[in-house]
């Protein structure tokens, strides 16, 4: 099991930066992807942006060109540093950790791992 600890999440107002950090520990084998989900009120968990151990980089599109997100592998680590923050990225930001396991001599499976999610708060 992954556990998966965020920090940094507060108030800010729109405009403003903030950033977000999470650490992942306990029994890792090969995390091969972290990266940051958020969920508002009333609506569904969408991707804010995942970084995977390759290098690929991908970004929900509302966050394109003001976030960006930075992955540390030897530390099990992901941040998000978010920019030019606005009202609706008010959310609670989720940590998401994707770790790839086997059985044996069996195909590799993807296990997935969620933090308990830190608190954004946006004020004009």
Known sequence: QVN?????????????????????????????????????????????ATATSGGRIDYGDSVKGRFTISRNIAQNSVDLQMNEIQLDDSAVYYCHAQQLLQRGAGPEYAVDSWGQGTQVTVSS
Not at 17 to 46: F, T
């Open 4 to 48: 998966l600890v965020e920090s940094g999440g507060g108030q800010v107002q729109t405009g403003g930066s903030l950033k977000l950090s999470c650490v992942a520990s306990g029994s890792i084998y090969r995390i091969n992807l972290m990266g940051w989900y958020r969920q508002a009120p009333g609506k569904q968990r969408e991707l804010v």
